[in-house]
């Protein structure tokens, strides 16, 4: 099975523009979550997606913003992007089952670094 | 709320030593999985163990070993004969079941293990 992918690997964007990251999960997956990863901050929670609907959210602001396709793939998109909003984003994927999936593996992609001038 | 504690921020280590990661977990929860993922640098968290509340038996798996205590809120990872490519960020991470049922892990801050060949 193919992994999870996420593209692009690398963006580099200017204050106060938007950016829109993709995410592939692994077949047959129906969970997504997105994770911002910073050295200050460590790994941070964004949001969780289920068969199209937003089950869970982290503390974000509400710039950031996700989607999720009938094929489980995702978006994610940051508006009006800060400098701080530079870090690697994580997408990951689980089989996840409807009532639950908070006890299953997350199967990582290997991120998108965006970096923020 | 839910915590995650790994004291030790960076390890070094000289190739074939054995080293232990601690992780400190703190829910009001009774129903828990704990996670352990490794971070190479190609940046992809990938996952290594799940162990939920009620089992609190250890775990081996070739040079890795777990080691779950409820009594002191510990799941430390132990790595035996250490390899350079061991060398990784390690996350301990902590999962509770919420009304959504949706993903909700919380990662600590990560140890970063070196090993010196």
């Known amino acids: 099975k193919a992994g999870v992918t996420q593209t692009p690997r690398y963006l580099i964007k200017t204050r106060g523009q938007q950016v829109t990251l993709s995410c592939s999960p692994i077949?047959?997956?129906?969970?997504v979550s997105w994770y911002q990863q910073t050295p200050g901050q460590g790994l941070q929670f964004l949001f969780e997606?289920?068969?199209?609907?937003?089950?869970n959210k982290g503390n974000f602001p509400g710039r950031f913003s996700g989607r999720q396709f009938s094929n489980s793939r995702s978006e994610m998109n940051v508006s009006t992007l800060e400098l701080g909003d530079s870090a690697l984003y994580l997408c990951?994927?689980?089989?996840?089952?409807?009532?639950?999936?908070?006890?299953?593996?997350?199967?990582f992609g290997n991120g998108t670094r965006l970096t923020v001038t | 709320a839910q915590k995650v504690t790994q004291a030790q921020t960076e390890i070094s280590v000289v190739e074939k030593e054995d080293v232990t990661l601690d992780c400190v977990y703190e829910?009001?929860?009774?129903?828990?999985?704990l996670f352990w993922y490794k971070q190479p640098p190609s940046g992809e968290l990938v996952f290594l163990i799940r162990?939920?509340?009620?089992?609190?038996q250890n775990e081996i798996s070739g040079r890795y070993s777990w080691n779950f205590q409820k009594s002191t809120s510990s799941f430390n990872f132990t790595i035996t004969a250490s390899q350079v490519v061991d060398s990784a960020v390690y996350f301990c991470?902590?999962?509770?079941?919420?009304?959504?049922?949706?993903?909700?892990?919380?990662f600590g801050t990560g140890t970063r293990l070196t090993v010196i060949p």
């Open positions: 162990r939920n509340s009620f089992d609190e």
């Open positions: 829910t009001r929860d009774t129903t828990y999985y």
């Open positions: 990951a994927s689980s089989q996840g089952q409807l009532a639950s999936s908070y006890n299953s593996p997350l199967h």
């Open positions: 077949s047959g997956h129906r969970s």
């Open positions: 997606y289920f068969s199209e609907t937003q089950r």
């Open positions: 991470a902590l999962s509770v079941r919420i009304q959504t049922g949706a993903n909700n892990l919380f």
